[in-house]
């Protein structure tokens, strides 16, 4: 069995996450793992799929014809199982007025510890009574082995109230 990621994007409508999936299931093909949402006007995909190495083939052929008739950007890679080295996975949520840099500077953040990001939803909705933009950031992170929890705990606390963010870090 072969891996395939896929992404695609376009106009939101009802259908899209239909013929995606039908494309998959004529082909015998497994969705394994998939993310898909709008995102402005636009609904994005993204799917990993499984199969023989032959089908993921045809798959990338037909899902280009299927692109440009139904105007869909798309992006089709093989890829191999993800190789992780031993790690603890930890929620992070982040509340905030929202301002341009949050996702920039919390990414920041855990890059400089070395620390994995291993999936990130952001959204922004406005508070109910006074309409002020609220951000909203949900994400796991992997802790390598040795890693002090109580350490960065303390550290993403202290950078949190110096980027005037409400974050809480716990296992998950």
């Known amino acids: 069995m072969t891996t395939a990621v896929i992404a695609t994007i376009g106009e939101?409508?009802?259908?899209?996450?239909?013929?995606?999936?039908?494309?998959?299931?004529r082909l015998n093909l497994n969705i394994e793992d998939s993310r898909m949402t709008v995102l402005g006007g636009e609904f994005a995909v993204l799917m990993s799929v499984s199969g023989p190495s032959g089908a993921l083939d045809t798959l990338d052929e037909q899902l280009g014809a299927l692109c440009v008739a139904s105007n869909l950007a798309y992006l089709f890679r093989k890829t191999e199982p993800r190789t992780v080295d031993r790690a603890l996975p930890y929620r992070v949520t982040v509340v905030a007025m929202d301002h341009p840099g949050i996702v920039s500077r919390i990414?920041?953040?855990?890059?400089?510890?070395?620390?994995?990001?291993?999936?990130?939803?952001?959204?922004?909705?406005?508070?109910?009574?006074t309409g002020t933009p609220i951000f909203n950031l949900l994400m796991t992170v992997e802790l390598p082995v040795g890693v002090k929890v109580a350490e960065l705990r303390r550290e993403f606390e202290g950078f949190c109230e110096a980027q005037d963010l409400d974050g809480v870090m716990e296992a998950g």
Not at 116 to 127: G, H, S, V, W
Request: hydrophobic content about 35%; proline content about 3%.
């Open 107 to 129: 990414a920041g953040f855990f890059s400089e510890r070395s620390i994995n990001i291993r999936e990130l939803n952001t959204e922004t909705e406005r508070a109910a009574h």
């Open 12 to 25: 939101d409508r009802p259908g899209i996450v239909n013929e995606l999936s039908e494309l998959a299931n």
